[in-house]
Structures are given as C-alpha cells and as structure tokens.
C-alpha cells in the first residue's frame, strides 16, 4: 500500500559530503514524522535524524552539526543533507515514515510504519 524508496548514497571521502532522499508514495493518508536510520557492519540500527509534521527535528550527536534533515510535504520526501561524512558514517542508511494511510475499497484509516530498502553509504579514510 505504501513505497519507500530511498536513493543518493554512494562512496565519498572523509570530509565530503552526500545527500540522502526518502520518498514516500501509495495511498497515504498523513506523515506524522519521517526518519533516517542507519546500520554499521556488526552493529545495532540507530536513529540518525527524524523530522515531525510540524518540522521539529533530532538528531543523534555524533551527526549534530553535521546533517541536516529537510522534508517536502507537497512530495512527501524527506532529505539528509550530510557534510563533513567520517569513516564511522559508514553504513546502510535506511527511511522510516510514520502516519496513516489507506487500504480497500473503502479506504479504512490504517496506522503506517514503512521502510525503505536501505541505501549504502561509505566513507573512505
């Protein structure tokens, strides 16, 4: 019922910067709060930034200051603008997108958790 497709990750060098998109699509409803996740070799998926409807954000500190996370709500994508990227920003960066959508012929409210397929980012040193 709901796509999440995530793209812009690649390989860059220490110091440089990517972009992450997340776009969502399929018969959503509402966005209540979109998110970039990511996940390290051997290690624990963490939050890296989330963005609310009403354009509050957070963000994981080793990223403060560094990312900054944006979103269109007329396109229903959000963006990870990230500058200064370290080796330990390595990893598969993943969207989640919270809210509502739709489902059947009679449009029953449902509640929305969906994530994208991930896309890879590497820094080399």
Same mark, same amino acid.
């Given at each position: 019922q709901v796509q999440?497709?995530?793209?812009g990750g690649g +390989?860059?060098?220490a110091g440089g910067s990517l972009r992450l998109a997340c776009a969502a699509s399929g018969r959503i409803s509402s966005i209540n709060a979109m998110g970039w996740y990511r996940q390290a070799p051997g290690k624990q998926r963490e939050l890296v930034a989330v963005i609310t409807s009403g &354009?509050?954000?957070n963000y994981a500190d080793s990223v403060k200051g560094r990312f900054t996370i944006s979103r269109d709500?007329?396109?229903?994508t959000a963006? +990870?603008?990230m500058n200064s990227l370290k080796p330990e &920003?390595?990893?598969v960066y993943y969207c989640n997108v919270e809210g509502t959508y739709f489902s059947g012929s009679y449009y029953l409210l449902n509640t929305m958790d969906a994530?994208?397929?991930g896309t890879l980012v590497t820094v080399s040193s």
């Open positions: 999440v497709v995530e793209s +390989l860059v060098q &354009d509050s954000t709500n007329a396109k229903n963006y +990870l603008q &920003d390595t990893a994530w994208g397929q």
